[in-house]
Protein backbone atom coordinates (compact mmCIF):
# COMPACT_ATOMS: atom_id res chain seq x y z
CA UNK A 1 0.00 0.00 0.00
CA UNK A 2 2.86 2.42 0.81
CA UNK A 3 4.46 1.88 -2.31
CA UNK A 4 1.32 2.80 -4.49
CA UNK A 5 1.08 6.32 -2.57
CA UNK A 6 5.13 6.87 -3.54
CA UNK A 7 3.93 6.19 -7.21
CA UNK A 8 0.86 8.35 -7.53
CA UNK A 9 3.14 11.05 -4.94
CA UNK A 10 5.77 10.45 -7.89
CA UNK A 11 3.43 10.88 -10.98
CA UNK A 12 1.28 13.91 -9.44
CA UNK A 13 4.81 15.66 -8.86
CA UNK A 14 6.42 14.81 -12.56
CA UNK A 15 2.88 15.74 -14.17
CA UNK A 16 3.47 19.36 -12.60
CA UNK A 17 6.49 19.43 -13.46
CA UNK A 18 5.82 18.80 -17.24
CA UNK A 19 2.86 20.97 -16.95
CA UNK A 20 4.55 24.34 -15.50
CA UNK A 21 5.78 25.08 -18.59
CA UNK A 22 2.81 24.69 -20.98
CA UNK A 23 1.07 27.50 -22.52
CA UNK A 24 3.88 29.78 -23.00
CA UNK A 25 4.85 30.59 -26.79
CA UNK A 26 8.01 30.24 -27.88
CA UNK A 27 9.82 32.76 -29.08
CA UNK A 28 13.72 34.06 -30.13
CA UNK A 29 15.53 37.64 -30.03
CA UNK A 30 15.49 39.70 -33.12
CA UNK A 31 18.15 39.44 -35.16
CA UNK A 32 17.48 41.92 -38.34
CA UNK A 33 17.62 45.65 -38.04
CA UNK A 34 13.80 46.06 -38.99
CA UNK A 35 10.60 47.18 -37.18
CA UNK A 36 8.95 43.86 -36.62
CA UNK A 37 5.62 45.44 -34.85
CA UNK A 38 2.04 44.73 -36.55
CA UNK A 39 0.11 46.60 -34.32
CA UNK A 40 -0.47 49.85 -32.73
CA UNK A 41 -0.62 47.66 -28.87
CA UNK A 42 2.50 46.00 -29.09
CA UNK A 43 6.23 46.99 -28.04
CA UNK A 44 9.41 45.82 -28.02
CA UNK A 45 10.94 44.07 -24.65
CA UNK A 46 15.02 44.40 -24.47
CA UNK A 47 16.80 42.26 -21.76
CA UNK A 48 20.01 41.84 -21.32
CA UNK A 49 21.53 38.65 -20.17
CA UNK A 50 24.82 37.98 -18.36
CA UNK A 51 25.37 34.52 -16.94
CA UNK A 52 28.14 32.39 -16.42
CA UNK A 53 26.50 29.10 -17.94
CA UNK A 54 23.95 28.36 -20.28
CA UNK A 55 20.45 28.30 -19.18
CA UNK A 56 17.33 26.10 -20.46
CA UNK A 57 14.74 28.35 -20.92
CA UNK A 58 13.54 31.46 -19.31
CA UNK A 59 9.70 32.41 -18.99
CA UNK A 60 8.04 35.56 -19.52
CA UNK A 61 4.73 35.93 -17.71
CA UNK A 62 1.60 38.17 -18.64
CA UNK A 63 -0.38 39.30 -21.20
CA UNK A 64 0.91 36.41 -23.20
CA UNK A 65 3.09 34.20 -21.81
CA UNK A 66 6.47 33.49 -23.41
CA UNK A 67 9.01 31.26 -23.56
CA UNK A 68 12.84 31.99 -24.24
CA UNK A 69 14.83 29.21 -24.60
CA UNK A 70 18.33 27.57 -24.92
CA UNK A 71 19.20 29.21 -28.34
CA UNK A 72 18.66 32.73 -26.90
CA UNK A 73 20.11 32.05 -23.23
CA UNK A 74 23.84 30.72 -23.80
CA UNK A 75 26.51 31.63 -21.06
CA UNK A 76 27.92 35.19 -21.39
CA UNK A 77 26.53 38.61 -22.41
CA UNK A 78 23.69 38.74 -24.70
CA UNK A 79 20.78 40.88 -25.50
CA UNK A 80 17.36 39.61 -25.77
CA UNK A 81 14.80 41.93 -28.27
CA UNK A 82 11.36 40.79 -29.03
CA UNK A 83 8.30 42.17 -29.93
CA UNK A 84 5.54 41.73 -27.40
CA UNK A 85 1.81 42.71 -27.10
CA UNK A 86 1.59 45.78 -24.63
CA UNK A 87 1.05 45.33 -21.09
CA UNK A 88 1.95 44.20 -17.58
CA UNK A 89 4.74 41.51 -17.47
CA UNK A 90 6.98 40.05 -15.12
CA UNK A 91 10.03 37.68 -15.26
CA UNK A 92 8.44 34.35 -14.14
CA UNK A 93 10.63 31.37 -13.87
CA UNK A 94 14.51 30.67 -14.88
CA UNK A 95 15.12 26.37 -16.14
CA UNK A 96 18.68 25.92 -15.23
CA UNK A 97 18.03 22.46 -16.75
CA UNK A 98 15.02 19.99 -17.44
CA UNK A 99 15.32 18.76 -13.27
CA UNK A 100 15.89 22.62 -11.56
CA UNK A 101 14.35 25.77 -11.56
CA UNK A 102 13.69 28.80 -10.20
CA UNK A 103 10.48 31.21 -9.64
CA UNK A 104 10.87 34.61 -9.64
CA UNK A 105 8.27 35.64 -7.06
CA UNK A 106 9.09 39.19 -5.91
CA UNK A 107 7.76 42.98 -7.62
CA UNK A 108 11.68 43.70 -8.46
CA UNK A 109 10.59 40.95 -11.52
CA UNK A 110 7.72 43.55 -12.77
CA UNK A 111 7.48 45.61 -15.41
CA UNK A 112 5.32 47.08 -17.91
CA UNK A 113 5.46 47.28 -21.81
CA UNK A 114 4.86 50.26 -23.65
CA UNK A 115 2.97 50.44 -26.98
CA UNK A 116 5.18 51.38 -29.56
CA UNK A 117 8.45 51.80 -27.51
CA UNK A 118 11.72 49.61 -27.07
CA UNK A 119 11.21 48.95 -23.17
CA UNK A 120 14.42 48.28 -21.54
CA UNK A 121 13.88 46.02 -18.26
CA UNK A 122 17.41 45.64 -17.32
CA UNK A 123 20.47 43.37 -17.58
CA UNK A 124 19.25 39.87 -15.86
CA UNK A 125 22.52 38.52 -14.00
CA UNK A 126 22.53 34.72 -13.24
CA UNK A 127 25.78 33.35 -11.61
CA UNK A 128 26.53 29.98 -10.21
CA UNK A 129 29.41 29.49 -8.04
CA UNK A 130 31.78 26.33 -9.56
CA UNK A 131 31.40 24.48 -6.63
CA UNK A 132 27.24 24.50 -5.65
CA UNK A 133 24.57 23.98 -8.45
CA UNK A 134 22.00 24.87 -6.34
CA UNK A 135 23.15 28.66 -4.97
CA UNK A 136 22.38 30.68 -8.38
CA UNK A 137 22.60 34.13 -7.65
CA UNK A 138 19.95 36.02 -9.82
CA UNK A 139 19.79 39.99 -10.07
CA UNK A 140 18.28 42.59 -12.11
CA UNK A 141 20.39 45.20 -12.98
CA UNK A 142 20.23 48.69 -14.97
CA UNK A 143 23.23 48.85 -17.04
CA UNK A 144 20.99 51.71 -19.73
CA UNK A 145 24.45 53.02 -20.88
CA UNK A 146 25.25 49.44 -22.47
CA UNK A 147 21.29 48.52 -23.62
CA UNK A 148 21.60 51.98 -25.82
CA UNK A 149 25.46 51.13 -27.20
CA UNK A 150 24.21 48.02 -28.21
CA UNK A 151 21.00 49.21 -29.92
CA UNK A 152 23.18 52.03 -31.70
CA UNK A 153 25.45 49.26 -32.76
CA UNK A 154 23.09 46.54 -33.71
CA UNK A 155 20.09 48.11 -34.45
CA UNK A 156 20.75 51.51 -35.84
CA UNK A 157 17.34 51.97 -38.01
CA UNK A 158 15.40 50.74 -35.16
CA UNK A 159 16.70 52.71 -32.27
CA UNK A 160 15.97 56.03 -34.84
CA UNK A 161 11.98 54.77 -35.13
CA UNK A 162 11.26 53.80 -31.94
CA UNK A 163 11.89 55.39 -28.78
CA UNK A 164 14.19 53.78 -26.10
CA UNK A 165 12.76 53.59 -22.53
CA UNK A 166 13.61 52.02 -19.33
CA UNK A 167 10.97 50.35 -18.15
CA UNK A 168 12.26 48.14 -15.35
CA UNK A 169 12.01 48.30 -11.42
CA UNK A 170 12.58 51.73 -10.03
CA UNK A 171 12.90 55.17 -12.21
CA UNK A 172 15.97 55.98 -14.82
CA UNK A 173 15.78 58.99 -16.13
CA UNK A 174 18.98 58.52 -18.57
CA UNK A 175 17.13 57.75 -21.77
CA UNK A 176 14.77 61.21 -21.04
CA UNK A 177 18.24 63.28 -20.53
CA UNK A 178 19.52 61.45 -23.98
CA UNK A 179 16.45 62.72 -26.08
CA UNK A 180 16.78 65.63 -24.43
CA UNK A 181 20.52 66.39 -25.71
CA UNK A 182 19.52 65.31 -28.76
CA UNK A 183 16.73 67.69 -29.68
CA UNK A 184 18.66 70.74 -28.37
CA UNK A 185 21.29 69.52 -30.40
CA UNK A 186 19.43 69.76 -33.81
Not at 82 to 92: F, K, N, S
Not at 95 to 124: A, C, M, S
Request: glycine share 8%; charged share 20%.
Amino acid sequence: MHGRWVSYLFALTLSALLLSGCGATKVSAQKQDQDKLTSNEEGYLLIGLVNNYSLDALYIWGEKDFKLTQQDLSAGENYILIPVPAGDYRLGQINYNYYIRTKLEDDVWQFTIKPGHINYIGHLTVNRPFFWFFANDVELNNQAVGAQLYLEEYFPKLITERPLIYAGPGQDKFYQYIAELETTNE
